[in-house]
């Protein structure tokens, strides 16, 4: 156990994190929101004021020297995206804003695709950016959407997948790992069952990439999305991957500039990947900075990461669970280091307020994933989410506070 610990020097890392020193309301923070976005450490965050301190400047179209270094980094960061992710090719890594973004690339270029009668299947344990684009391309297509159901550990049933795979299966979307419950979801099964029906899928990482690290070509995978601030790197930044052979199929996203080739007021070609899904102007720091996070993670390790995490886990599950009357929601036994609970009757926003006031950052209601709330008949939960950064000394401090909270309410 111990070994593990001194193979991420935990304390070391925490002075990366100068936000890891500041207090809240008097005490010092405790931060356990990992799952809804994770803290910045001081190389991205000085990554960042260099590129507006020194070399600012618009991409891919200026001959002068700012706007060359600004292209230059920014397609290294691609290249780093490229490399993390384990991609045949630098153009198959799209930019875009974020895991939804991307979603959105891939569902509204499935709309010609798509014809009436077509299935779509996306598992119960869906992030609402998961379901919603679906729905909408269901609406626009007359395309099925079909449901992978969840059982009361909060893992998916695969026998009811297995049956409704079919020929009408044209897209299987699911996360890899459960924002809400911490599940992680057997996707190399998932995917290789869709592609023996020739279905193409989506796996949406935003939840997995902070613990795991994925090889887009050994999942053979044909779409990969995920978020560079749930990975120690800035919001409004993330990645589409596609296999060329996908990309080159979806029609653009938006139009604008940097995704044209000629235009006339006749006709507009389209310039190629990863341009033709780029249009206007990206956020060239944040791609800067998300290669810089994705280095960052890299020199820590994500084995280490892993095995640090699931310790915390393990400890912060056994703690909580000795608190009378409370009840984990995903109980799998492939989960990572989200703890999402609730005490008796009492409402998850009460408790989130309470230990608030105590230092302590946890995320309580639906998490964006109020289908898994209707499953298990609660209005939400209150979710701790744990990271590389943080200590089992804070996991006691959450329990402390809970505990309070508890006493306060009932
Ligand atoms: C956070 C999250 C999203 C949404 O990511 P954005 O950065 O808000 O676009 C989607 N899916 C899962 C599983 C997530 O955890």
Not at 22 to 43: H, I
Not at 141 to 161: C, F, Q, R, S
Not at 185 to 212: F, M, R, T, W, Y
């Amino acid at each position: 156990m111990q070994k593990e610990i001194d193979m991420l020097d935990v304390q070391k890392i925490r002075e990366d994190f100068p936000i890891l020193k500041r207090e809240v309301n008097g005490k010092p923070l405790v931060y356990f929101d990992n799952a809804a976005t994770s803290q910045t450490p001081q190389v991205v965050i000085d990554a960042i004021v260099d590129y507006y301190s020194n070399y600012n400047a618009n991409i891919h179209r200026g001959v002068h020297t700012l706007s060359q270094e600004a292209t230059d980094a920014y397609e290294i960061a691609r290249k780093k995206v490229q490399n993390h992710f384990n991609a045949e090719h630098a153009h198959e890594i799209i930019l875009t804003s974020g895991t939804t973004h991307s979603i959105n690339i891939v569902a509204t270029g499935f709309t010609n695709l798509l014809t009436k009668g077509d299935e779509i299947i996306v598992s119960a344990l869906e992030h609402h950016s998961n379901i919603v684009p679906w729905q909408m391309l269901c609406e626009r297509t007359g395309a099925v959407l079909k449901v992978i159901p969840m059982n009361v550990e909060g893992e998916l049933v695969m026998d009811v997948y297995d049956q409704l795979l079919s020929e009408k299966t044209k897209l299987v979307f699911t996360n890899h790992i459960s924002n809400a419950l911490g599940t992680i979801n057997p996707i190399e099964e998932i995917i290789q069952k869709a592609h023996n029906v020739g279905a193409a899928v989506l796996i949406d990482g935003a939840q997995s990439c902070p613990h795991i690290k994925p090889d887009v070509q050994d999942l053979d995978v044909d779409f990969y999305v995920a978020s560079a601030h749930k990975l120690c790197g800035p919001t409004g930044v993330g990645l589409l991957y596609g296999k060329s052979a996908w990309l080159n199929k979806l029609p653009p996203y938006q139009g604008g500039g940097e995704m044209i080739d000629q235009v006339t007021f006749e006709k507009t070609t389209y310039a190629g990947l990863p341009h033709k899904f780029e249009a206007g102007t990206p956020n060239i720091c944040g791609g800067i900075a998300f290669g810089v996070a994705l280095d960052y993670m890299n020199s820590i390790g994500f084995d280490n990461i892993a095995e640090y995490e699931n310790e915390l886990l393990d400890y912060g599950t056994k703690k909580l669970l000795e608190i009378e009357g409370l009840r984990i929601y995903g109980t799998s036994k492939h989960k990572t280091s989200v703890i999402s609970f609730n005490i008796d009757n009492i409402h998850p926003y009460d408790i989130g307020s309470i230990v608030d006031k105590l230092g302590v950052a946890v995320r309580t209601g639906h998490h964006c994933a109020q289908p898994i709330m209707d499953f298990y008949k609660i209005p939400g939960t209150i979710r701790a989410s744990f990271s590389f950064y943080n200590t089992k000394e804070e996991i006691d401090i959450l329990v402390a506070s809970v505990k309070k909270a508890k006493m306060m309410l009932s």
